[in-house]
């Protein structure tokens, strides 16, 4: 299959977004932090900070929302979620329904799941216990027994939810599986968890039903020790991840095979991260087998950089912190999971600037559908053309790269070399000297209908047209005198203040065209060209900008 055949196929693939609204006002596992949002800063002002743009810092855990769990939520020793390939977070799986067999408190078998479907070697698993119903975002439930005539959504959701037995778990190992899914808030079944301790009454009615299906009590049904070490040593031991809150389209593939994809934010300290699940079938007219193959076969490019708290910041916004309020050892029998509270503007690492972050009525990133994140792109390779403080022109992105209407645009300057975790880090280099686009720039990417852009640098814009003029005054002189060597005009007469101040960012966001900083990783390797692009973002419902896991795929 060629790069043509290969884009085309994919951009005609069926999407489907499993993903959970993250808000405010989504219910995080009980006793974790909900989403907390701050503006520190606003175009004009803000309390507490500056001005310039309109400027988030959030404080949250990564329970909340659709998430990914790490292997180092429940075992010291696993591997960290940047070290997971990204070949571990996707591959053909099956959607399986259950929830016709199953109520509150039900614990699930093996066999009820092969019953319904076919699991094979490797799969990731998405189990729909029909709990999804509960989820925040969804329509109410009407219960006539219940206070007000309404379901309690978040019980249902969170604490009364089925969920597996201690068989299932050894079965998931001996089938290599790579993620387990499922439309609740624990993979897990709660009563096997601290909620067990924090809702006694939930657990009398949980062992109730166990004693009446099973004839056993909980404790015989699963054994602390044993339950402790399956599930804190034998599973993150066999690399099996778990993906927890699904919700979105789920009742639209049930029963069915495809090739589904959980990415999530790559984190080098924190046990858990907030994730985008989507799922793809083929195109009409392709087989499913043959569709597979193309995925297995395809070559796989991850352009986000590692987030951790070493992760620099732009200018005046807050790195990450990361603070553990919970930790295997501290929870009776080790029935939990290390936990923690993280706290960061967006501006860090690899992110998309969403339209809010500068247009008041712009919409939020978890307001955008997932087709406008997906696509066909164009990869313009111009570091050979660029230096420090350069000026580059849409002709010396068309020189290098077919750009056609309606692609994503993906520009590299050369300039992720000197970003963080790189041997050749240059952080003043990186965030004040990196190149920025001519003033004719933005029309032309109006003009191509351009989706998004990404850059390899901290700016979309050139840094002498933001704050950083005013900040670094020498830095702006060699840049003044450099383009006027170069272009016969000063800055002022080549980008007037008032109409190109972070130009990308101002003229361009509420045309619906933002853009991606900071991309990086596999960038280095990667030639002019085009590919299929991904921006995977948690879908921040109240958030101006979001960070994401950025892939590139094309044919193998």
Known sequence: MDREQF??????????????????????????????IHFFKRLTGAYGGGQGANGQLISWSNTTGTHLVGERAYHSGGRALSDVPLRDLMGPGVIVDISDLVSDYSVYTPEMIESRADVREGDILIINTGYHRYSWDQPDVPNPNAQGGIENKEFGFL?????????????????KLKIIGVDAGSVEHPMNTTIRWMHPKEFEKAEAKLKAEWGKSWEEMFPPE????????????????FAESIVGQIDELKGKRAWIMVMPIPFMEVESSWSRVVAYLPPDGM????????????????????????????????????????????QPFGLGRNTSICRASFHLSTHMDGEKHFWANGRTIGQVPLDYWIGP?????????????????PEMIESVVEVREGDILLI?????????????????????????????????????????????????????????????????????????????KDWDEMFPLDKYYQDTHLNLFPKGVVHAENLGMDITHLPSGRYYVGAFLPKGMETASMWGRFILMKEG
């Open 159 to 175: 604490v009364r939810h089925p969920g597996p037995s201690m068989d299932f778990f050894k079965w998931a190992i001996e089938k």
């Open 226 to 241: 044993e339950y402790y070490r399956l599930l804190h040593m034998d599973v993150p031991k066999a690399h099996i991840l």
């Open 7 to 36: 884009i085309s196929t994919l951009a005609s693939a069926k999407v489907y977004d499993l993903t959970q609204d993250l808000s405010i006002f989504t219910p995080p596992w009980p006793g974790d932090k909900a989403l907390e």
């Open 377 to 393: 792109a164009a990869l313009a390779d111009i570091s050979d053309m660029v230096t420090d403080l350069d000026v580059y022109t």
């Open 287 to 330: 087989s499913e087998e043959e569709f597979f193959q193309m995925m297995e076969a395809a070559q796989v490019y991850d352009l986000t950089l590692p987030f951790s708290v070493q992760t620099p910041q732009w200018a005046n916004y807050e790195p990450l912190s990361v603070k553990y309020v919970k930790r295997v050892g501290g």
């Open 412 to 488: 590299k300057t050369g300039w992720h070399k000197y970003g963080w975790l790189s041997p050749d880090a240059d952080e003043f280099r990186y965030m004040v000297r990196h190149p920025g686009p001519s003033p004719d720039f933005s029309d032309w990417v109006l003009e191509k209908k351009i989706k998004w852009l990404g850059i390899d640098a901290v700016s979309q814009d050139h840094p002498m047209n933001t704050i950083q003029r005013i900040w670094h005054p020498k830095t702006f002189e060699e840049a003044n005198r450099k383009l006027k060597e170069k272009f016969g």
